[in-house]
């Protein structure tokens, strides 16, 4: 046994280490199976170019951990996303492999809920944010379209073995804060150099009680702290019991060693947490709402990978029923999956929210890419729940990062605000 292996693993380590033949340790490269590899309709088409290019009509290596996910513009709003899906399509067809298309929704998501993104495995794609699976105790990360092509037709990867950071949050939060509130802070405080390119464990009460979509709002933004991936090791009854309910599958998080060495162990406060807001142009520039509460909106954006679930929804439709959108405000509303868009309709959430005067589209990744409603015009300032703030990412616009409570609150009152203002 190696001196690494004597120490104790790391999460990450654990799932490499068992999808490798070679030693793990951080820093060392090793060749790593792959559980499923998929390719989205950005980057897919190159996937399929880069195929044909270097492998002709060979076979794809497993067709059953091969997937193509379409969620960036859905349906194709353009012409170069209709002949992208198309090209995807034609492939898969030839090749036998499932297509989650226009109407299945943002892909990383959908990977959870059909349970191919299993607690321990491996996962590839073009997703920039496909280490999102962190969330459900896989390991995902997103790679460029050489990559995928290579991974298509090998089952395999190289990849690094990352050093790990420890974060133990300390104390608990409460209504009216969020786990987006908690991630921005924690984003405040550890900034884009504690965490770059090392994976993330976070451990603690506040951390072990999160359900699902919160640990996917965590876990969704550990991209916008220059990390690999998080991970929430610690669970509780109810997640395992909400995670094995969605995908039909036994529940077994991967645990790291108690010996487990870790780059650096970061404590972080968070008792009395309050509404947080990431200001224009970097997730890292957070300050309290109570700090921005003289900027106007003309619009806001509920939705993207990081708060589209059927919880985030709901918890901006509780600020908003009975309530309005003020006059001159506009609200988008754009659900993670066709499986939450249903939860939305069977448990009426979604008649408070079109009451309020808010525009509800289809499954999908929303205003993050370009074609599909969230975007913002020169001079237009949103409030905004996706991950990133970017100038351009979203538009000309200016866009706040918030929370759905705090976004929708906003819209209601015309300003940054949280739910404690209406």
């Known amino acids: 046994m190696s001196e690494a292996q004597n120490m104790g693993l790391t999460v990450i380590e654990k799932i490499i280490q068992d999808h490798t033949e070679q030693e793990v340790s951080p820093g060392k490269i090793v060749w790593m199976g792959l559980d499923v590899r998929t390719a989205r309709d950005f980057g897919g088409p190159n996937v399929v170019k880069n195929f044909q290019k270097e492998y002709g009509d060979d076979p794809v290596q497993d067709r059953r951990k091969t997937f193509f996910t379409f969620d960036l513009s859905v349906p194709a709003c353009s012409i170069r996303y209709a002949d992208n899906q198309q090209i995807c399509r034609e492939f898969a067809r030839e090749k036998g492999i499932k297509i989650y298309d226009v109407d299945e929704g943002i892909g990383s998501h959908v990977l959870i809920e059909k349970g191919h993104a299993r607690s321990g495995s491996t996962v590839v794609g073009t997703d920039s944010h496909l280490n999102i699976l962190g969330a459900a105790g896989s390991f995902g990360q997103g790679m460029g379209d050489v990559d995928i092509t290579f991974a298509f037709k090998t089952g395999n990867t190289w990849f690094e073995v990352p050093e790990t950071v420890k974060v133990i949050l300390e104390g608990t939060f409460s209504y009216p804060a969020s786990a987006k509130d908690l991630t921005l802070f924690i984003l405040s405080k550890l900034g884009t150099k504690t965490a770059a390119l090392k994976a993330v464990e976070f451990y603690g009460q506040a951390a072990q009680k999160l359900s699902l979509s919160q640990r996917i709002t965590l876990c969704s933004m550990v991209t916008e ?168 990412k979203q538009g000309k616009g200016n866009n706040y990062l918030a929370s759905p409570q705090v976004a929708a609150a906003s819209c209601v009152l015309g300003r940054i605000a949280s739910p404690e203002d209406l």
């Open 225 to 392: 702290m220059a990390g690999i991936i998080g991970f929430v090791p610690e669970v509780n009854e109810g997640f395992v019991k909400e995670m094995e309910n969605l995908t039909g599958n036994l529940y077994e998080p991967v645990q790291a060693d108690p010996e487990a060495t870790y780059a650096e162990e970061i404590k972080i406060d968070i008792s009395g947490l309050t509404p947080q807001v990431a200001a224009p142009f970097l997730p890292t520039n957070v300050k309290e709402v109570k700090e921005l509460k003289q900027v106007s909106i003309d619009s806001g954006f509920i939705g993207s990978c990081t708060n589209g679930r059927t919880q985030d929804l709901k918890a901006a439709a509780d600020v908003l029923r009975g309530r309005k959108v003020k006059k001159g405000v506009m609200l988008k509303i754009v659900p993670a999956t066709r499986r939450v868009y249903s939860e939305l309709l069977k448990q009426r959430v979604l008649d408070d929210l079109f009451e309020s005067g808010a525009v509800i589209s289809n499954p999908g990744c929303g205003g993050c890419a370009e074609g599909h409603i969230g975007l913002t015009g020169k001079g237009e300032t949103q409030i905004s729940t996706a991950n990133r703030n970017f100038a351009g």
